[in-house]
């Protein structure tokens, strides 16, 4: 059976709404298509602030809401009073609340007008379900699998089962790794978000065989656990900063050692549950993989011990309503529909 299915994603900063038509359960006869996906990111907003600051965010959001539905649907040939759409896909957590309430609010608006059930989706599911994806279908690969997500809110290795059945493993202690990119940056007075300005310094670093600045720790990597920390990593370059000048392309060295400390610690924790828990697949999702490096680094050493890396196009793993949609479809599958009024949003939603 065929079920279209509209998701829409307010958890930060990013407005997205995707309209898809899929069929098939979770395995290889699933198959979908994308008939809209709209996106309205507010970077430009929030840069002034180095940060997303919560209340401009909600205001953002509303305002953006029905202009991003609207161009979803026109680029699905619907129309916004009586569309074609089996079920509204909806985040409810983890993120902002105050932004996760305008998506929510907005769903049950919609759900009323148009008379259609609304599915809550865990924004984490999103990001871990378009990065199983190879084009139109599911990739080919077998459970258990490792996913490493990694965002400006979250660092986290966790087990997948089945689909739908996970189990943390190891999680962040402080910062998340997107954050400490993005606080890295603000010291360096680099633009928000600061992971692709990181990563855009650190390789002409590299490409030019800038000669080293400073060694940075790798917080944790050797200890006999799945945690990780990047507090004391961004401390480290802060201090540095605070004490010295930087002259002409040391922000350029600093982010490289920055860049190469935090994938160090990444990969290793990954490479390690990977040997433990015996998956040959890690799905890699959230805003920082989209990071070159960190992806050419882990696909490089995943090979070496015969696992692989699935990981989405770059211009899908920030956030977007294609994710939200894709995991309101699987869950849309087993019934999972929540009366509107009964949806709330919440910041620390877990998988688990
Ligand atoms: O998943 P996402 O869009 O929003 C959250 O749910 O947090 O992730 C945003 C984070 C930001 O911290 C941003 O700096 C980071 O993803 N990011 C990157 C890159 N592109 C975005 N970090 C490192 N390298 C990148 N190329
Ligand atoms: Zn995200």
């Given at each position: ?14 407005t997205g709404i ?20 709209a996106l309205s ?19 953002e959001h509303t305002k953006n809401l029905p202009l991003v539905l609207e161009l979803a649907l026109k ?5 916004s ?25 907005f ?246």
């Amino acid at each position: 059976m065929r079920m279209r299915v509209l998701g829409i994603e307010t958890s930060a900063d990013d407005t997205g709404i995707a309209l898809i038509e899929a069929s098939g359960s979770f395995g290889q006869e699933f198959k979908y298509q994308v008939l809209g996906n709209a996106l309205s990111s507010q970077t430009a907003v929030h840069a002034q602030y180095g940060g997303i600051f919560p209340a401009m965010a909600k205001r953002e959001h509303t305002k953006n809401l029905p202009l991003v539905l609207e161009l979803a649907l026109k680029e699905a040939g619907e129309n916004s009073e009586r569309p074609h759409i089996d079920a509204i896909a909806v985040t409810h957590g983890p993120g902002l609340e105050p932004c996760l309430w305008t998506g929510i609010t907005f769903a049950q608006e919609l759900s009323k007008k148009w008379n259609v059930p609304i599915v809550p989706v865990n924004h984490m599911e999103g990001h871990i379900l378009i990065s199983m994806m190879e084009k139109d279908r599911l990739a080919d690969f077998e459970f258990p699998a490792l996913a490493l997500l990694v965002s400006g809110g979250h660092t986290e290795l966790i087990l997948i089962k089945q689909f739908g059945s996970y189990e943390y493993i190891g999680r962040t202690r402080d910062d998340a790794v997107g954050e400490a990119f993005d606080k890295v940056a603000r010291s360096l007075g680099l633009q928000y978000p600061g992971g692709p300005e990181i990563s855009r310094l650190a390789e002409y670093a590299r490409k030019e065989k800038l000669p080293s600045l400073l060694t940075l720790p790798r917080p944790m990597m050797h200890e006999d656990n799945y945690e990780f920390s990047f507090a004391g990593l961004k401390t480290a370059v802060e201090r540095y900063v605070n004490a010295n000048e930087l002259k002409s392309l040391d922000r350029e060295k600093i982010a490289r050692e920055f860049e190469d400390a935090a994938t160090d610690v990444l990969l290793f924790k990954t490479l390690r549950a990977v040997e433990e828990y015996g998956a040959l697949t890690v799905v890699m999702g959230g805003g920082v993989s989209a990071n070159k490096f960190i992806r050419a680094r882990l696909t490089e050493a995943l090979e070496k011990v015969g696992a692989s890396l699935l990981v989405c196009p770059t211009n899908l793993s920030t956030d977007n309503g294609l994710m939200i949609a894709l995991s309101g479809y699987f869950r849309a599958l087993k019934k999972e529909f929540v009366e509107g009024d009964k949806i709330s949003a919440n910041g620390s939603l877990k998988l688990c």
